[in-house]
Nanobody, 124 residues
Framework: QVQLVESGGGSAQAGGSLRLSCAAS????????IGWFRQSVGGDREAVAT???????RNTPSLKDRFTISRDNQKNTVNLQMNNLTPEDTAMYYC??????????????????WGQGTQVTVSS
């Protein structure tokens, strides 16, 4: 099993930045893709970005110019740098783990383990 703990959420003004972190522990984290998803109130959960231990990345095209995913395999952490935030970025952000056997997983049903989430609120 993999345990995931998100941190770094909070409030920001439009145009500001936040950096989310996902700490992975338990069964070999390097065997998993670690992805970020978000879900706004009343909205569907959507994928933001995912990365494997080799640095393969898949981004949501509409966000890739503002959001950057990175991974530190030594620390078993995956970060999501979010710049130029807008109120539409307000959501609960989750990190999740999918097995390495997947390729560029972007559906939430491809992910086996989930963190509790961290709230991001952007005001105008």
């Amino acid at each position: 099993q993999v345990q995931l703990v998100e941190s770094g959420g909070g409030s920001a003004q439009a145009g500001g930045s936040l950096r989310l972190s996902c700490a992975a522990s338990g069964s070999t984290p390097s065997d998993y893709w670690i992805g970020w998803f978000r879900q706004s109130v009343g909205g569907d959960r959507e994928a933001v970005a995912t990365i494997d231990a080799r640095g393969n990345i898949r981004n949501t095209p509409s966000l890739k110019d503002r959001f950057t995913i990175s991974r530190d395999n030594q620390k078993n952490t995956v970060n999501l740098q979010m710049n130029n935030l807008t109120p539409e970025d307000t959501a609960m952000y989750y990190c999740a783990a999918a097995p390495r056997s997947k390729w560029l997983p972007f559906r939430d049903d491809e992910y086996d383990y989930w963190g509790q989430g961290t709230q991001v609120t952007v005001s105008s």
